[in-house]
């Protein structure tokens, strides 16, 4: 179990551009989701894939984002024409679904990665 | 909606001595969630509690729910300068994975 794993650790883009992020959730866990913490706050949900299906979006997440989780394994989450507002520490988190044998199982907790700061100048 | 708030937002401690951090939540739950940051690093997840009156304590740390009156509190024993990190609980609001986090509790202890 090498943990969620996420790429790049650091972005800083201008204004207008596109950036691209890449989760790798822990190999068992299905469900995948992306949070977003910005300074001297708790992360903020903004989507949730249960294997390829991406099942809720928040309404933090604009047109400008889209997140895919082609095969079920790692997920990318886009965000094109990037503002100065967007700039945040992006998390992905993994977990097993609820149920089964197990304490972690049961209390599935999610199990988040370093995250990616992106800073948008 | 579901509505999380933590306090002190900031605690500044000495070595060695006790302290508690709250959580008030504003609608019913069954689980809470208690995870720590360090900077720059992810967030770990300390505890899960599922029910009234649960207690779990690993270390210097425990943390207990009192569902009747929407309040979590993590209790620090004898604090240590490694105990220094922001500490969140979170709970599930509409599904499991949709975490409402409080805004944190920046710990730092100090000799």
């Known amino acids: 179990d090498t943990g969620v794993s996420q790429d790049p650790r650091h972005k800083i883009t201008k204004r207008g551009q596109n950036v691209t992020f890449r989760c790798d959730p822990i190999?068992?866990?299905?469900?995948l989701y992306w949070y977003r913490q910005t300074l001297g706050q708790g992360p903020e949900f903004l989507t949730y894939f249960q294997n390829e299906a991406q099942l809720e979006k928040s309404r933090l997440l604009s047109d400008r984002f889209s997140a895919e989780r082609p095969k079920g394994s790692f997920s990318t989450l886009e965000i094109q024409r990037t503002e100065q507002g967007d700039s945040a520490m992006y998390l992905c988190a993994s977990s097993h679904p609820p149920g089964g044998q197990g304490q972690d199982r049961y209390n599935s907790p999610l199990h988040f990665g370093n995250g990616t700061r992106l800073t948008v100048t | 909606e579901l509505k999380v708030e933590q306090n002190p937002l900031f605690l500044s401690m000495q070595e060695g001595k006790n302290y508690t951090i709250y959580c008030n939540y504003s609608t019913t739950s069954d689980r809470l969630y208690w995870y720590r940051q360090d900077p720059g690093k992810s967030l770990e997840s300390l505890f899960v509690?599922?029910?009234?009156?649960a207690v779990k304590q690993e270390g210097r740390l425990m943390a207990s729910l009192d569902t009747k009156a929407r309040l979590s509190t993590l209790h620090i024993t004898a604090a240590v300068h490694d105990l220094s990190a922001t500490y969140f609980c979170a709970l599930p609001w509409w599904f499991a994975g949709n975490l409402i986090f409080g805004k944190g509790t920046k710990l730092s202890v100090k000799p």
């Open positions: 190999s068992e866990h299905n469900r």
């Open positions: 509690l599922l029910s009234n009156g």
